[in-house]
């Protein structure tokens, strides 16, 4: 098998030439190799959100989306002097 060197830019308008089948087979393998980083950065997130909230007397499981929006952004724009 041969090996052709691409770049991204030609890969990505490969890729769109391709049918929208062949586009979700593409996307369903790549899918498939980064999800366990993906399932593993998003517990680690929740855990770390979780443990943030309980160091302010907050429950994470129970704030609403809104609630959690506002957590968030409250909390990255703390100004620590």
């Known amino acids: ?3 052709a060197n691409l770049t991204s830019a030609q890969v990505v308008d490969l890729v769109k030439q391709l049918s929208p089948e062949q586009q979700l087979e593409v996307f369903s393998l790549l899918l498939r190799q980064h999800w366990p980083r993906w399932e593993s950065l998003s517990h680690y997130g929740a855990e770390r959100a979780r443990l943030v909230a309980a160091e302010r007397d907050r429950i994470w ?3 609403d989306e809104a609630e959690r929006e506002a957590f968030i952004d409250d909390t990255l724009h703390e100004t620590w002097y």
Do not use: I, K, N, Q
């Open 1 to 3: 098998m041969s090996t």
């Open 61 to 63: 499981d129970e704030m």
